[in-house]
């Protein structure tokens, strides 16, 4: 029998072993269930298509609240948008900390209410209290819902073998953007200032709503996007698997041809974690239908977001192949995200140098 991991997401044996058996009652409106590695369940609602996905809302005060608040809308958005669908409804529990204040919950709201504004979520319902035993950064659950037809959703089911596979902003991003949140004079006391002030930028790429809308503009099923995986924990090689795993599929990977954002290396470096295997909200895997990847590259470019084509889909007889430096090897899942004891780490060597 499966454990549970140390720290982070379950396994996939554990979700099938004990959640995908127990999922309540039938309902033949569901056209996407819940499957390890897909950010979206789907169900059909009349002659409309409508995703939902349910996260943590989470908040880290020491990111700055106006921060904190625009990364934890983001978090829930771009996993909705991995459906191919606009969000346009959200749904939000918030069980907050006793500590919080008036002053601090108004720009905590106020930040979200504009962020949903600008992606055009509507806030239909939620809950609001604050409790004994609520502790950042988890402080509630929230839902997103994307609506739209039934043609213009896609799943890892639909692609296929010879799919390209896209990658957008490359490895680390979330990592990379915490680190140099949470410890600029760390960073520029290693690096320099200007180094500091650049990689603290990539704090707001950890999104991928632009990235997903972008690529589904240009097609979908057979006319482009066939299916699309925020690379959240154990970063992009944990996505790679996953995607590749719901699809049904193996996947061929060169990892030179990945690209990978000004900062992130020397900070993975400097905090000891292999980039790859490292959280990253705002990196967007996709598969692509041959024949429309250079137009999905070029229109996210136009948009400034840097994205390569990294390799395909490949029949399941042939498994999860990784390329690097001309041999071939096998891409495993790295089950256990190096970024958290990192950063614990981090924190506590930040805490005992300021003692």
Known sequence: ????????????EIFSELIFPRLGARSQSILVGPQHGVDVGIVEIGDKAVALTTDPVFIVPEYGWERAAWFAIHILASDAVTSGLKPCFMTIDLNLPMEITKGQLEVVWDTMHRECEKLGISIVCGHTARYENCH????GGATVLSVGEKHEYVTPQMAKAGDKIIITKGPAIE?????????PKLIEKEFGAGF????QEIFYKMSVVEDAMTAVSVGVR????TAMHDATECGVWGALYEIAQAADLGARVEKEQIVVEDCVREICQYFGIDPYAAISEGTLI??????????VIEALSRKGIASSVVGELID???GMILVEGGKEGELEH???????NAFYGALDKHANTER
């Not at 996709?286 to 250079?294: F, L, S, T």
């Not at 089950?335 to 958290?340: K, N, T």
């Open 334 to 340: 790295p089950r256990v995200d190096p970024f958290w």
């Open 286 to 295: 996709i598969a692509c239908c041959e024949h429309k990847a250079g137009e």
């Open 175 to 183: 990592a990379t953007g915490i680190f140099a949140t949470m410890f």
């Open 1 to 12: 029998m499966s454990e549970l991991p140390e720290i982070g997401k379950i396994s996939p």
């Open 316 to 318: 399941p007889g042939h």
């Open 222 to 225: 057979d006319e482009g996007v």
């Open 196 to 199: 500091s002030q650049r990689a």
């Open 136 to 139: 950042y950064p988890m402080v």
